[in-house]
């Protein structure tokens, strides 16, 4: 049986990891290839590396970054960040990144999804979502881009199912209502984006709490709970997150 | 000397990352000579078939040839995907057909892609898994796999909801659908292996 994973997430900027609360008023969290090791020995089934400046200048500082990381983490890792064409995903993969998640670039050409898939697998393209509860439907997600800055008025859970479609292998789901808030993963999109698709859906966004990774997993759905502050700040440790869900039944790479 | 095959596929990088973390002596090429003079060459691989196969090229035949000649050879994922016959990824390709088998789709109700971490039942009978133990968590990220149809070949399963080809071993022929450059300290120690099995063959 697959082990459910567990995930940190490196939000990177000019080098060094950062963690805001929705996706605003960001605080330094380390070196991002110290912190990649150190999670990478604690336990971590995978890491993902967030490039949330990705500006063309940024993208020769990541691939660098990627290179360093990929020197000293044995566990796979996802790189996203202004990811817009397949030759940069090419790039990326060869400095030593196992997957890679788009997002804008996604929105604006879906086309990348099933180009990128064709030649490098599904398994290797994250579809990533930035998503928030509609202001004006309750009942509606709606998908933001440009580091959730530009809301649109596609439906996330629509979204997911078109992903899926187009050959993503796995879906990055970050609720920026929940984010960075530690009050828990928002449950009903994570469900609802679960119940639509069957690929891989990774949980994003509020872990604060031991518990909060069971509800993703149990309530939610998801294969796979990503967090940030709850390792950064919160001093939890990976395999203390793993005992905690081995011990209520959940199966884990212990 | 064991070379990393490069044929323009991602990932090849982390492959050579592993095997000089654990101290030895690797090269990334598609060179002919260098890979004929290998002491055991190791075909990686996160592509769709199809387009590996076409990457490969006439590398393919190469690689064969140094096989078939004794030198262990592993097969990483897709690597280890094209050891066997065809694969009906993307429509049909011929792999390197050094295995009897076909990569075929994972049934549609698993969730595809295979990603994450599974645990692989060891025989004691397989080299790459020596002083491992007989269950170990490995890590897979694939959407279709190999249905092994050998005699010759040993293999090792994961349970997938069916008993899923985790990895094979056919004479000097080796390979893993998960990828042991990405299981952490467990998959070194595979990688451990293979480079003491290319130590025997003495080139």
């Known amino acids: 049986m697959l082990a459910t994973r567990i995930i940190p997430c490196l939000d990177v900027k000019d080098n060094r990891v950062v963690k805001g609360v929705h996706f605003l008023n960001l605080r330094d969290a380390g070196d991002p290839v110290e912190l990649g090791a150190r999670y990478s020995e604690d336990g971590a089934d995978e890491l993902v590396f967030l490039d949330i400046t990705a500006t063309i200048r940024s993208r020769k500082t990541i691939i660098e970054l990627i290179e360093k990381v990929a020197e000293n983490v044995f566990i796979p890792f996802t790189v996203g960040g202004g990811i817009q064409t397949v030759e940069q995903i090419d790039e990326l993969l060869r400095s030593g990144a196992e997957k890679v998640s788009v997002n804008t670039a996604a929105v604006q050409n879906p086309n990348l999804i099933t180009e990128a898939a064709k030649r490098f697998g599904n398994q290797c393209v994250v579809l990533a979502i930035d998503t928030r509860r509609s202001k004006e439907h309750s009942n509606n997600w709606q998908v933001c881009v440009k580091a959730g800055s530009e809301p649109t008025d596609i439906d996330a859970v629509e979204w997911a199912a078109e992903g899926e479609r187009l050959g993503a292998g796995e879906i990055l789901l970050t609720s920026m209502d929940a984010d960075g808030t530690k009050a828990g993963y928002d449950i009903e999109i994570t469900k609802a984006v679960t119940e639509a ?58 | 000397m064991i070379v990393v095959i490069d044929y323009n596929v991602g990932n090849v990088k982390s492959v ?98 295979h990603m994450g971490w599974n645990q692989v039942k060891m025989p004691e009978a397989m ?38 080809p985790a990895s094979v071993q056919k004479a000097n022929i080796y390979g893993t659908q998960f990828h042991p450059e990405k299981s952490g300290q467990v998959g070194l120690k595979v990688l451990k292996n293979f480079a003491q099995l290319c130590k025997g063959t003495n080139s």
């Open chain 1, 197 to 254: 698709v069957n690929i891989p859906v990774i949980a994003s966004g509020g872990a604060g709490k031991l518990e909060h990774l069971y509800e993703a997993i149990v309530d939610g759905g998801a294969d796979a709970v990503l967090m940030a502050s709850i390792t950064h700040f919160e001093n939890y440790t990976l395999n203390q997150m793993k005992e905690y869900l081995a011990g209520r039944g959940i199966p884990v790479n212990l």
């Open chain 2, 16 to 113: 050579c990352n592993a095997f000089q973390h654990i101290g030895c002596d690797v090269k990334l090429s598609c060179e002919p000579k260098e890979i004929e003079d290998a002491a055991g060459l190791v075909l990686p691989g996160v592509a769709a078939f199809g387009y590996a196969v076409s990457a490969l090229g006439t590398t393919a035949e190469l690689i064969k040839k140094v096989a078939l000649s004794g030198k262990p050879l592993l097969g990483i994922c897709v690597g280890f995907q094209m050891l066997f016959e065809k694969s009906s990824e993307y429509g049909e390709h011929n792999g390197l057909g050094l295995v009897s088998g076909n990569v075929i789709p994972i049934p549609s109700e698993q969730t595809v892609p």
């Open chain 2, 127 to 164: 080299n790459l898994f020596a002083g491992l133990g007989s269950e170990k968590h490995f890590y897979f990220a694939h959407s279709f796999y190999a249905e092994v149809n050998d005699s010759e070949a040993k293999v090792a399963f994961t349970d997938y909801g069916f008993d899923l």
